[in-house]
């Protein structure tokens, strides 16, 4: 014990006598210590420096793009047709909420969405932030999880009313069309980028969608922002004033829809031009769409197709006033000149073409086309000659797009002339084996209608930006076509069409009119042959002697011609057009005498025809496109009474034609016995057509055709 405490003396004593060597290693220590600091202020000052200054503006320095509005599109009169409004977005972070799966289910309920798929997603985002802090690294997202974007006003004031504190809002740009479906087709629709996916939204969409502005915010640590600099100012998108008229746009939705569904055509088009101006006062497609609702699965296929634009059809008769036409240009035929129409039947080499109702043996020219004669057509195109007719096709704007701002246009199918066959001539002549859009066909009879020149489809009138000057849209020159001479002779012939021939469906109260009826069998590509469906056009315009305006109807895949499916969509539109037009009348207004019995214009096909796939205009049909309606039992055989316009109503000797609607062959041929009437049967089965039709007096020794299927 006493050997212990005198060692531990001894140590005293001898660090009493060295205290420099604690100082030392103090020192020492303290030393190190600040080269360790020094060097690491150099490695993160000097070394590492432009590395940590990129992560420290990375983390506190944020550019944020702001979009600018887009611009609107409006009519001819102003009326919006598309605009972007404010719309609630819902989002939420789902490591803030406290019970997944309430969570979960009030959501579902509120905003109706699928409650276990958003359950899933908050399971995901939640498993992916622990699994980053767990392996120490940066999770792939931020917590930040939509639920649902651009929700509906009830929606997000029935979710507000909740109160839940980890529900977040956000407001985002919605495009909205008040409209609804009216002109949906041409306006088009847009993503949830507000980005342009079809329509005058999609080919439009750099002019209507501005440019992004931008703005750089510096924030602390935790995310809040400390100060902000705008680096770019966002520039509004313009709005487009169009050249419809909302009015007229509507009527031309009406009666296209309402004739497709009367005749369950798998499509239609109209167009409404003005043919001086080349405005497009309408567009309508057949099927429609609401642009306000997303693609669903019971929307039919075509429904966003701009059929119109984007849909070329084989014409038929409609194209015979391009070969009539060129005729009056090329070749010394005049409106009274006579063709040799053979009886109904024409023979091109081994090739055999025949009449489609009942042969003509001479015609002048102006019946050939009131008429609508497949063989006065040929004839005529052969005095024209292959090289002048293609010319003249070209001219009238076939076969290239007429530049109209939208997207996936047609510009039909012209062959070469060293592509034609040896009796194409024949077939373009009466418009087959080429093909064209509804607003080729308006432009085209623009031509005649204006005096001869082609004008240029116009569809947007100006532009303009939030508080900028208005930007008029450039015009085209048009370009002569043909002499104001011979325009003026075709549109008195294509009156005659709607007078005496096949277009007497298209006959205005209190206007002229001029047009041409078109029914060209559809051709099937799996069978190689022409099917009994038919795209059924009439082209026309009003009034004859200084058309105000230029309209085209088209119904694809129907059983009947274009003088009754098409020709009163015509008559209506181009009614009230020209009443919204104030253009004056230039005739009594005397309603003309209707050509059939409503009953008629129900459910009529034509099929089991003994004629070839040719043109089919000669049978008149009934042209209204009015609801089914109760109509007087049919007249007995007996004089009747009809009205003519301009005049009273006059007594017509000889009997009136029966209905024979509904009705086999055999019984109709005992009741037209019984009455003393001549009848002419084609086809078998149960009768659905006849011409004259039910109430029409019967001049001595006429028959009625009946059409059996």
């Given at each position: 014990?006493?050997?212990?405490?005198?060692?531990?003396?001894?140590?005293?004593?001898?660090?009493?006598?060295?205290?420099?060597?604690?100082?030392?290693?103090?020192?020492?220590?303290?030393?190190?210590?600040?080269?360790?600091?020094?060097?690491?202020?150099?490695?993160?000052?000097?070394?590492?420096?432009?590395?940590?200054?990129?992560?420290?503006?990375?983390?506190?320095?944020?550019?944020?793009?702001?979009?600018?509005?887009?611009?609107?599109?409006?009519?001819?009169?102003?009326?919006?047709?598309?605009?972007?409004?404010?719309?609630?977005?819902?989002?939420?972070?789902?490591?803030?909420?406290?019970?997944?799966?309430?969570?979960?289910?009030?959501?579902?309920?509120?905003?109706?969405?699928?409650?276990?798929?958003?359950?899933?997603?908050?399971?995901?985002?939640?498993?992916?932030?622990?699994?980053?802090?767990?392996?120490?690294?940066?999770?792939?997202?931020?917590?930040?999880?939509?639920?649902?974007?651009?929700?509906?006003?009830?929606?997000?004031?029935?979710?507000?009313?909740?109160?839940?504190?980890?529900?977040?809002?956000?407001?985002?740009?919605?495009?909205?069309?008040?409209?609804?479906?009216?002109?949906?087709?041409?306006?088009?629709?847009?993503?949830?980028?507000?980005?342009?996916?079809?329509?005058?939204?999609?080919?439009?969409?750099?002019?209507?969608?501005?440019?992004?502005?931008?703005?750089?915010?510096?924030?602390?640590?935790?995310?809040?922002?400390?100060?902000?600099?705008?680096?770019?100012?966002?520039?509004?998108?313009?709005?487009?004033?169009?050249?419809?008229?909302?009015?007229?746009?509507?009527?031309?939705?009406?009666?296209?829809?309402?004739?497709?569904?009367?005749?369950?055509?798998?499509?239609?088009?109209?167009?409404?031009?003005?043919?001086?101006?080349?405005?497009?006062?309408?567009?309508?497609?057949?099927?429609?769409?609401?642009?306000?609702?997303?693609?669903?699965?019971?929307?039919?296929?075509?429904?966003?197709?701009?059929?119109?634009?984007?849909?070329?059809?084989?014409?038929?008769?409609?194209?015979?006033?391009?070969?009539?036409?060129?005729?009056?240009?090329?070749?010394?035929?005049?409106?009274?000149?006579?063709?040799?129409?053979?009886?109904?039947?024409?023979?091109?080499?081994?090739?055999?073409?025949?009449?489609?109702?009942?042969?003509?043996?001479?015609?002048?020219?102006?019946?050939?086309?009131?008429?609508?004669?497949?063989?006065?057509?040929?004839?005529?195109?052969?005095?024209?000659?292959?090289?002048?007719?293609?010319?003249?096709?070209?001219?009238?704007?076939?076969?290239?797009?007429?530049?109209?701002?939208?997207?996936?246009?047609?510009?039909?199918?012209?062959?070469?002339?060293?592509?034609?066959?040896?009796?194409?001539?024949?077939?373009?002549?009466?418009?087959?084996?080429?093909?064209?859009?509804?607003?080729?066909?308006?432009?085209?009879?623009?031509?005649?209608?204006?005096?001869?020149?082609?004008?240029?489809?116009?569809?947007?009138?100006?532009?303009?930006?939030?508080?900028?000057?208005?930007?008029?849209?450039?015009?085209?020159?048009?370009?002569?076509?043909?002499?104001?001479?011979?325009?003026?002779?075709?549109?008195?012939?294509?009156?005659?069409?709607?007078?005496?021939?096949?277009?007497?469906?298209?006959?205005?109260?209190?206007?002229?009119?001029?047009?041409?009826?078109?029914?060209?069998?559809?051709?099937?590509?799996?069978?190689?042959?022409?099917?009994?469906?038919?795209?059924?056009?009439?082209?026309?315009?009003?009034?004859?002697?200084?058309?105000?305006?230029?309209?085209?109807?088209?119904?694809?895949?129907?059983?009947?011609?274009?003088?009754?499916?098409?020709?009163?969509?015509?008559?209506?539109?181009?009614?009230?057009?020209?009443?919204?037009?104030?253009?004056?009348?230039?005739?009594?207004?005397?309603?003309?005498?209707?050509?059939?019995?409503?009953?008629?214009?129900?459910?009529?096909?034509?099929?089991?025809?003994?004629?070839?796939?040719?043109?089919?205009?000669?049978?008149?049909?009934?042209?209204?496109?009015?609801?089914?309606?109760?109509?007087?039992?049919?007249?007995?055989?007996?004089?009747?009474?009809?009205?003519?316009?301009?005049?009273?109503?006059?007594?017509?000797?000889?009997?009136?034609?029966?209905?024979?609607?509904?009705?086999?062959?055999?019984?109709?041929?005992e009741q037209s016995m019984a009455m003393g009437v001549q009848v002419e049967v084609v086809g078998s089965g149960i009768a659905r057509q006849q011409a004259p039709p039910p109430g029409s007096p019967l001049n001595p020794g006429e028959k009625v055709?009946?059409?059996?299927?």
């Open positions: 014990m006493l050997a212990w405490g005198r060692r531990a003396k001894d140590e005293r004593i001898r660090e009493r006598a060295h205290p420099g060597a604690r100082l030392f290693l103090l020192g020492a220590g303290a030393l190190l210590w600040a080269i360790l600091i020094l060097c690491r202020l150099v490695q993160l000052q000097v070394v590492s420096h432009k590395t940590y200054k990129e992560q420290a503006d990375h983390q506190q320095n944020h550019i944020l793009r702001v979009d600018a509005p887009r611009g609107s599109v409006l009519d001819r009169e102003g009326h919006v047709l598309a605009m972007s409004v404010p719309a609630d977005s819902v989002a939420i972070d789902p490591l803030l909420v406290p019970d997944r799966p309430l969570a979960a289910s009030i959501l579902s309920r509120a905003l109706g969405v699928d409650r276990e798929e958003l359950l899933g997603r908050m399971d995901a985002a939640v498993e992916e932030q622990r699994s980053a802090r767990e392996q120490k690294r940066k999770p792939k997202g931020t917590g930040f999880l939509w639920v649902k974007r651009k929700i509906a006003p009830g929606e997000a004031e029935a979710l507000r009313s909740l109160k839940l504190d980890w529900v977040e809002f956000r407001k985002e740009p919605h495009r909205y069309y008040p409209d609804g479906q009216l002109a949906s087709h041409v306006v088009g629709t847009v993503d949830f980028q507000e980005r342009g996916n079809l329509g005058l939204e999609q080919r439009m969409d750099r002019d209507l969608n501005g440019r992004a502005g931008k703005v750089s915010m510096l924030t602390d640590v935790t995310g809040r922002p400390i100060e902000s600099t705008v680096s770019a100012v966002a520039e509004p998108g313009q709005s487009i004033t169009l050249s419809i008229d909302e009015s007229i746009q509507f009527v031309a939705e009406r009666e296209l829809k309402a004739a497709c569904e009367l005749y369950h055509a798998s499509s239609g088009s109209t167009v409404v031009m003005d043919p001086h101006s080349g405005e497009i006062l309408a567009m309508a497609s057949y099927p429609i769409f609401d642009p306000n609702q997303p693609p669903s699965s019971d929307e039919a296929p075509s429904a966003r197709f701009d059929h119109p634009v984007s849909v070329a059809f084989e014409p038929g008769s409609v194209f015979k006033i391009v070969t009539v036409s060129a005729a009056l240009e090329t070749t010394s035929l005049r409106p009274e000149s006579l063709i040799n129409c053979g009886n109904g039947t024409i023979r091109l080499g081994s090739r055999v073409i025949h009449e489609a109702h009942h042969g003509y043996g001479t015609l002048a020219v102006a019946d050939v086309l009131a008429k609508s004669s497949n063989i006065g057509a040929i004839q005529i195109g052969l005095k024209v000659g292959d090289k002048n007719l293609l010319d003249y096709v070209h001219k009238f704007g076939f076969g290239r797009t007429t530049g109209i701002p939208l997207p996936a246009e047609s510009s039909g199918m012209i062959r070469d002339l060293k592509h034609w066959g040896k009796t194409s001539i024949a077939s373009v002549a009466m418009g087959h084996e080429v093909s064209t859009t509804a607003l080729q066909l308006a432009q085209a009879c623009s031509v005649i209608a204006n005096g001869g020149v082609l004008v240029k489809p116009r569809l947007i009138l100006k532009r303009q930006r939030p508080g900028g000057k208005v930007e008029n849209e450039p015009v085209s020159a048009p370009e002569r076509v043909l002499k104001a001479e011979t325009a003026i002779t075709m549109r008195q012939m294509m009156e005659g069409v709607v007078l005496r021939g096949t277009g007497k469906g298209a006959r205005l109260a209190g206007y002229t009119s001029g047009g041409k009826t078109g029914s060209a069998q559809i051709f099937d590509l799996e069978t190689k042959h022409y099917t009994h469906m038919y795209n059924g056009s009439f082209v026309g315009f009003a009034p004859v002697t200084n058309p105000a305006v230029v309209i085209a109807v088209t119904l694809n895949g129907v059983h009947m011609f274009g003088g009754v499916v098409a020709a009163p969509v015509f008559k209506t539109v181009a009614t009230e057009t020209l009443r919204l037009l104030a253009v004056p009348k230039d005739i009594p207004e005397v309603e003309p005498p209707p050509l059939a019995n409503p009953e008629e214009a129900n459910d009529v096909a034509i099929a089991d025809m003994s004629t070839p796939p040719e043109d089919l205009e000669q049978l008149p049909a009934p042209p209204t496109v009015a609801p089914k309606t109760a109509s007087a039992p049919a007249q007995a055989a007996s004089p009747s009474t009809v009205a003519v316009a301009g005049a009273s109503s006059v007594a017509v000797a000889g009997p009136a034609a029966p209905s024979f609607e509904g009705k086999t062959v055999r019984a109709v041929i055709k009946v059409l059996f299927r």
